[in-house]
């Protein structure tokens, strides 16, 4: 399977288990009193969006090289990001606005049995957060990374949930705002979370040097090609789910230009296969006279 489709497959994954959850985590607060469940529901609702948004990066990022954008149209995916960090941070703001004004309000204790319900949604938000990340690892999609993160956002605001539920039923009258100071506290976490998705984004836009294995991997794979003496600068920018390359490969200075230009087309050659993340690869051939 191709890294797009991996990456949609996942979206779609994340779509319909978010959906489902909003609308248990709606009812279950809704009718179990719990308030910290109702805002782990908006928070739900927004990752739908989120993972709407997505979706629509993947397939927009990989449309095929054009002429307006020979390096493709990759760029697309961490704007995208830009733009889940920003329903992430929102969902955090309404958590904490809503949760703010549940404490200073009067009201009953949770239902006992909505601790049932957020045990099983924590399980479940564990391991979409561990599926999703893993296939944002093998796709190298930041913007399916951010889409991770969201799962695990959710499992933490339900953990918190769960803490502050349980604290109010053990201690009983008094302490019926628990699970809104969970909430509060779990607000906090997902703004963390959200700097943590941004700023990885934010260096592919500005092709920050985050790539010091991958060109480590490059000039091993470099020196097992025949003529190939050397590498010297290697600059790498990642777009999309493709790394594209620029590299000096030192050759033998006293052969034909013809010569240089073939090894140059077998060195990216070589390159693409044994590293399929790659996408272009620019060859600048530096001379190397033997004295």
């Given at each position: ?18 959906t ?14 719990s ?18 948004l997505?979706?629509f990066g993947?397939k927009y990022?990989?449309?095929?090289a054009d ?5 493709g ?20 703001t ?20 909505t ?30 990374k ?17 803490i ?10 008094g302490y ?39 060109i480590?991997?490059?000039?091993k ?5 025949t003529?190939i ?55 600048h051939?530096?001379p190397?006279?033997?004295?």
């Open positions: 399977m191709s890294s797009e489709k991996t990456a949609i497959k996942a979206t779609y994954f994340s779509i319909l288990g978010n489902c959850l909003a609308i248990i985590k709606g009812f279950a607060g809704f009718f179990g009193n308030y910290a469940l109702i805002a782990d529901a908006i928070e739900s609702t927004t990752d739908i969006f989120a993972s709407f997505v979706l993947i990022s990989n449309r095929p002429r307006n954008h020979p390096y149209h990759g760029r697309a995916e961490p704007l995208i990001t830009f733009l889940v960090v920003g329903f992430l941070i929102t969902s955090a309404i958590i904490a606005y809503e949760s703010i004004v549940n404490i200073q309000k009067p009201h009953g204790l949770p239902k006992p049995w601790l049932i319900v957020l045990g099983v949604i924590i399980i479940w938000k564990e391991y979409s957060f561990r599926l999703v990340m893993k296939k944002s690892i093998e796709t190298n999609s930041s913007s399916l951010a889409d991770a993160w969201h799962h695990r956002s959710d499992a933490i605001t339900s953990v918190a949930a769960f502050g539920i349980t604290i109010a039923l053990c201690m009983g009258k019926e705002s628990a699970d809104d100071w969970a909430a509060l506290f779990a607000s906090f976490f997902i703004l963390y979370n959200s700097y943590l998705i941004f700023r990885p984004a934010l260096g592919e836009i500005m092709d920050e040097h985050l790539y010091d294995d991958l480590a991997e490059i000039r794979v470099s020196g097992t090609v003529g003496i050397d590498t010297e600068k290697c600059y790498i920018r990642k777009v999309g789910m493709k790394f594209h390359v620029d590299l000096h490969a030192v050759v033998d200075g006293t052969i034909s230009v013809k010569e240089g230009h073939d090894l140059a087309h077998n060195l990216k050659d070589t390159l693409q296969d044994q590293i399929p993340q790659l996408g272009n690869v620019l060859i051939v530096e190397d006279f033997y004295e």
